[in-house]
């Protein structure tokens, strides 16, 4: 059984994300879902930006290093969808407990130095993907490498950015169960 930190992306905690961590209780995880928008949810990307700029990076990430800390130290599997997929990269670099990180749809910069050894890293995006343009990802599989950890990256082609989002136009059925079938056996490993 792994202890799942499960961040949410700038849409807010949608019914999405608690459909995700029920796929992974079901499958014998423990799983918290942090609310690092104080319950407010959108469904546009403008306002999804607007609510991200008005906390503040600095704050989505103390408020997620609050919930991080409010759980037992024996390690955590760090995951997230897009934004919290990015702020999960933060937490679990720096979190030398870390049992893993399950990135969907996002990735974020790393500070040089930074060491993951045999970090586990599972990252699914869409291909090509915006917001993950093939030069960052493949300069961010670089870093993380370079930094020992264990990479694996699964693209899906033709498929929006948050394609395993069912109430978002992003949407895509088959990508999205390819994509969980993977997460849950790689969740599984850790």
């Known amino acids: 059984m792994a202890r799942i930190l499960l961040l949410h992306s700038m849409y807010g905690l949608r019914p999405a994300v608690h459909q995700a961590a029920d796929r992974f209780r079901t499958a014998g995880h423990e799983v918290h879902v942090p ?9 546009t990307p403008e306002e999804g930006i607007a609510i991200k700029e008005e906390i503040g990076r600095e704050e989505l990430l103390k408020r997620a290093v609050a919930a991080a800390a409010r759980l037992p130290a024996d390690g955590l599997v760090y995951a997230g969808f897009s934004l919290g997929a990015a702020i999960a990269q933060n937490l679990a670099l ?4 870390a049992r893993g990180l399950l990135l969907m749809h996002g990735t974020s910069d790393m500070a040089e130095g930074v060491s993951a050894d045999d970090l586990p890293v599972q990252l699914h995006v869409a291909d090509p993907d915006t917001n993950e343009p093939a030069d960052w990802l493949n300069a961010w599989y670089i870093q993380l490498r370079r930094a020992r950890a264990e990479v694996e990256v699964f693209r899906y082609p033709g498929v929006g950015h948050l394609f395993t989002d069912p109430d978002l136009p992003d949407y895509n059925a088959p990508a999205a169960e390819r994509a969980w079938a993977i997460a849950l056996d790689f969740v599984d490993t850790l």
């Open 94 to 97: 720096g979190d030398e407990r």
């Open 35 to 43: 609310d690092l928008y104080d319950g407010r949810v959108v469904d």
